[in-house]
């Protein structure tokens, strides 16, 4: 066997929208296991960074490899979005089905629709506090219950990388320490993790490298620990 494949490795990544450069020569390599947080202010190119590597916009310039494959050439697209699960920064349901159609429509996507799937998502569900919610529509929820049927969706099944842009937002408390075990789970299950947040303290415990953008360019990256303390430095003030 040779050397495993990273499930998610950018090389000099730049995406621009018209004149603007949102995002600039940003390389990054992120095994199983591991998780990186991209932090910066508003604006310095987290969510580009997070949606052309997600496939959604095309790259500038640079590569992109998901578990090894392109993904934004198809036929390969196809088989690296596979590997790929997302929560994007607003979540982006379907109007007409419940909670629990749509962590099926995700498994059967995937074809790992099942009997152990179907108590995989009763599970996910509970543990979501989105039981007694699960026929319900996007309509009827609140937007945490919202945001957590998007993260039902992301962790329903099987996937090398999850992304996930701005999570936090719109969860409790409570909710928050949930997803943090939520992903340190995942990080066991050998899954990658790429997650932008402002709040420094939800990363804490959780990520083990950051990325620090500013108008797109990286301006520092390396071990969590070393990353928040000179971002701190900088005037980068923890919520
Ligand atoms: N569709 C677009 N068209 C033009 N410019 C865009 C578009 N989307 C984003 N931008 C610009 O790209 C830059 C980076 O935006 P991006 O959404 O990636 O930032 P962010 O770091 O995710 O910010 P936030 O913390 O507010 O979510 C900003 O200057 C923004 O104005």
Partial sequence: MGVATAPLQVDSLSRSYGRLVALADLSLTV????????????????????????????????????????????????????????????????????????????????????????????????????????????????????????LACALVRPAALLLLDEPVVGLDPPSQALLHELLLEAKRSRVAVVLTTHQMAFAEGLADRAVMLEEGEVVDQGPWGEVAERAEQRGWLPS
């Fill in 31 to 150: 095994h199983a296991g591991e998780c990186v947080a991209l932090i910066g202010a508003n604006g310095s190119g987290k969510s580009t960074a997070m949606r052309t590597i997600a496939g959604q916009l095309t790259p500038t310039s640079g590569t992109i490899r998901i578990a090894g494959l392109d993904p934004h050439t198809e036929p390969e697209a196809e088989r690296a979005r596979a590997a790929l699960a997302i929560v994007p920064d607003s979540p982006l349901l379907y109007a007409d089905l419940t909670v629990r159609q749509h962590a099926e429509l995700v498994t059967i996507a995937h074809g790992v629709h099942g009997e152990s799937t179907a108590a995989r998502i009763d599970a996910l569900l509970e543990r979501l506090g989105l039981a007694e919610r699960a026929d319900f529509l996007p309509a009827e929820l609140s937007r945490g219950m919202r945001q957590k049927t998007q």
